[in-house]
């Protein structure tokens, strides 16, 4: 039996040499549609932090875990430009897009909501792009329209994102 443990341990191997080990997050969030759905948003997660913002931070918790350093680039840049603050002084070998698309919440009278988000992973050194997940459309079921609702949604968003991550 032990022969078995230390086989299924020594199996194990490192992720490839071209995928970062250190990352900065840079989100890019929409807005959601109408003012019903930004005053639904709000009452969900308060004037605090977006949706985006919740996912964000789910992921670079779990990258953490994974053992990859993580910071965040500064609001505002494009790819181009979060991968020359990335390079800047070795900061990063990659930068991590959180992506979060226009909510759909026209349908919360209904009991559910919509969204899209994705992931990318791009290489510092070279700008080519590591790995990517994309979700066209999670369905959030609402059962009271309350912030834990969104929090438990978004971090299985995160998780379902991550499965796949080098």
């Known amino acids: 039996m032990a022969g078995l443990v230390f086989l299924a341990c020594g199996c194990a191997s490192p992720p490839p040499a071209d995928v970062p080990r ?56 494009d790819r181009s430009g979060a991968i020359d603050w990335a390079r800047e002084g070795g900061r990063a070998g990659g930068i991590l897009e959180v992506e979060v698309g226009r909510w759909d919440l026209e349908s919360v009278g209904n009991g559910t909501a919509t969204v899209e988000h994705g992931l990318t992973l791009v290489r510092a050194s070279d700008g080519t792009v590591a790995w990517e997940f994309r979700r066209e459309r999670a369905v959030m079921t609402l059962r009271t329209v309350e912030q834990r609702d969104l929090a438990a949604f978004v971090q299985r968003m995160a998780i379902e994102a991550m499965r796949g991550y080098p």
Request: aromatic fraction near 0%.
């Open 22 to 77: 250190s990352v900065a997050l840079v989100l890019r969030e929409e807005a959601a549609s109408g003012e019903a759905g930004r005053t639904i948003l709000r009452r969900l997660v308060g004037d605090r932090r977006s949706p985006g913002e919740l996912m964000a931070a789910e992921i670079r918790e779990e990258l953490r875990r994974r053992g990859i350093a993580v910071q965040d680039a500064p609001l505002g840049l």
